[in-house]
């Protein structure tokens, strides 16, 4: 399914005015940096989506930490996978036929697995990469780099 694009909390608009949309890989990864570095609960809309990654910031950097990012971010993920899955139950739901929901929802944009959780700290970020799989086998990654005042992506 294709969503708007964001940058920086503002949707983006082609040379023509028209909003940009992307979808497969790329609307993934938009996705999990929503996820990922909105506060869980802020949205009290979507209170499921986020973690509590800032909570990290400003502690001392040791394998207790790594272990702790690690964690948050694999619940996250997780969620992000049933919310996915849930999504499709629901438009199943509604078309009543699996397989029209099926292509309604664009496997390309769903994440069949993850791959290659790593968390590592430098002096001042605390770094991640995550390696995801679609069910159309397309692979992709997000890497960000959280400190105190930015949030870097790649």
């Given at each position: 399914?294709?969503t708007?694009r964001?940058k ?6 082609d ?5 940009e949309?992307i979808n ?5 990864i ?11 609960g ?5 209170p499921?989506?986020?973690t509590?990654?800032d909570?990290?910031l400003g502690?001392?950097?040791?394998s207790t930490?790594?272990a702790?990012v690690r964690?948050v ?10 919310n ?8 199943i739901?509604e078309?009543?036929d699996?397989y029209a929901?099926i292509?309604a929802?664009e496997?390309?944009g769903?994440v069949?697995?993850?791959s ?7 002096y001042t970020n605390?770094?991640i ?6 069910f159309?086998?397309?692979i992709?990654?997000i890497e960000?780099a ?5 949030v870097?992506?790649?």
């Amino acid at each position: 399914m294709k969503t708007w694009r964001i940058k920086n909390g503002d949707v983006l608009l082609d040379s023509t005015g028209r909003i940009e949309y992307i979808n497969h890989t790329d609307k993934i990864i938009q996705d999990l940096r929503h996820w990922l570095l909105n506060y869980l609960g802020h949205n009290k809309f979507h209170p499921e989506i986020g973690t509590v990654l800032d909570d990290f910031l400003g502690n001392q950097m040791s394998s207790t930490l790594v272990a702790g990012v690690r964690a948050v971010v694999t619940n996250a993920l997780n969620a992000y996978m049933t919310n996915q899955m849930s999504d499709l139950k629901d438009r199943i739901a509604e078309r009543g036929d699996p397989y029209a929901a099926i292509g309604a929802a664009e496997p390309s944009g769903m994440v069949k697995s993850w791959s290659g959780l790593e968390v590592w700290p430098d002096y001042t970020n605390i770094n991640i990469r995550i390696g995801f799989r679609t069910f159309t086998d397309d692979i992709g990654e997000i890497e960000l780099a959280i400190s105190n005042n930015v949030v870097q992506s790649g």
